[in-house]
């Protein structure tokens, strides 16, 4: 007993280290162990019954072979052929047709040995993989339903799936919620988070509660057949948390562009269109795809880099183009004052830009200081989340920008005539004097200096400045008051302020209006007048050609740093062709299922509330996430508590 104990001591010892083996060879550890077996046995037939039993033929060619097949283990050999038994019996029959030469004996007695046929059925039978449970054929129907449908046939093990599901709260269908690192279905590479379970065995999953699919698993004996439609081809958002979402902020067209390595493998978009990104391992060329048609299949797209570089090089002209200003004359306008906050421009009803030539000298000079040396943002792309609305929280703001005189309050005033049920506007606060036509909370809030500067100090503005000695300003209040009211807020605010109602409560839906070439401003501003400023002697007049160089430029400076904040970019020319496009999207947004908004939003205000970020590779190399403040979105809309179940 003893003895077979050593024995099988000196074996494990082999298999613990058949590595080292491989180097010295199994022989000589056979003679070490047999030479000090001596001091291990007590009895002489110990020692023989070992002796003969280390020694033996059989043992050494088995370790032999052993050896022999560890040379292949790093292989990973693939059979030449897999019908080697019957190629056997074929070489034979022609064999004997050559005549009985002693060779041609040797070789059809060896192949008509019974070890050697096992032998080479056991060769067919790995060959052909049969080690391998069978599973069941697709089912003929599967396709016919839809042509994304993909049916998974796992092998059934004692493993469990690893996998998570949940409903969808939106659609009501059971989707994988996660998958975990390791388990079968991750290393099955067949099944995804977001993807769709329709099927188990069979057994249609609509209308049933995730609960009541686990009983569904375990009852299947050998395998589990799932019938799934992938994530990939369903938008479906409930996996987004993986995936990056990109609005492009330019045109892309690859016939116009002589630099794509293949232009049928290319996808081409419009300015606005969000895109999938499913690939960023190619520094220049990313793998992106359109989220509008339900199409599948991905192309190539510019990097961000890329755009960035080709940006850089067409670098708009006005950018550089030197001007004469006149040292600017800020006479009437402390935007500092109060708080050290530097203001770039103030608003509509009481905008300073163009009430006299130094006033308006005064304006471009704020612009091209802020246009010039302020932050730059190249159009490529922006990464956006989905926001899935309820029924409940149709409600949005929508902040219309543009340069002065461009057209956003008669964009404003079309919109409130054509639905003021849907739509309404805030009433700004002033310090100064009510008149007599004029009425509080209806015209403005009427407040005096003291609350106008502690609501500055208390961030309750949106914008603000001073005029002719007077506050004016928008507070968030008033953006709350027409939403409380159950209308569409359409605010009016200079774009570097829209972080300031970029939040889950207002979720913004940015407008650019924007000024046609001049020959067109030239040509439809003919008979408009604007409003030079409520203390002016001449409150209106027409516009001078300085005033269209003065748009566009200033249109021009706003793309540039601001485009990013962009959903919608419409052309003012013809004012009925621009209102219909406005009115048209505006609806379309408000009808949408999903929504895409910016994941980099700055909201200051929900800094301080100790929001944190949730992204870590983002198009902005972090600058969002430094801000602490993407996916707000997310945390108040999309997060839930409740827990997934797991298969
Ligand atoms: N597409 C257009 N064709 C002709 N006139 C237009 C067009 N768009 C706007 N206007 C007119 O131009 C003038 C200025 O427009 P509007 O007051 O809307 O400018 P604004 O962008 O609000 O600028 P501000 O804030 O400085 O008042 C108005 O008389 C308006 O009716």
Redesign the pocket.
Known sequence: MKTARFALLCLGFYFETRSVISVFGVYRLLLSVMSGTENHTDREEDYRFLHSMLMEKKLHLLFKIHERLKCFEKRSLVPVQEHAASLATDLVKELIDQGWRDEVKELVALFSKPYVKSLLSVHDAVAHREFEPTLPPVPDDALEEEDSVKIVSLVKTKEPLGATIKKDKATGAIVVARIMRGGAADKSGLIHEGDELKEVNGVSLENRKPKEILPLLSRSRDNVTFTIIPASSNDDVSSYKKKLFVRAIFDYDPNEDPAIPCQDAAVSFKRGDVLQIVSMEDDTWWQARHLRDGSSRAGLVPSQLLQERRFALQRPKGLFRPRQIRPPVVEDVDYGAITGIHIAGL??SF?L??KSSWAREAARSRRWSAGAHGPFHPPTYIEVIPYRKDHKDRRRVVALV??????????KRRLLLSDPDRYGITVPYTTREKRRQESEGTDYHFVSVSVFEEDILNHSYIEYGRYKGHYYGTSLDSVRKVMAEGKVCLL?VHPSKISHVYTSEFKPYVVF?KPPRIEELRL??RR????CGEEDATPARIFAEEDFEDMIDTAETMENQYAHLFDKVIV????AV?FRELKANLEKMQEAEVQWIPAQVLPLLLLSAGFSSQNSKRLDGGRANKQGSSRLFELSSQSSTKPDNIL
Do not use: H, L, Q, Y
């Open positions: 608003r509509r905008r830009g163009r543009g340069p002065s005189g461009v057209g956003v309050s008669e964009m009016d209006v439809t501003r408009a007048k604007f409003i003012n020319g013809d004012v621009a």
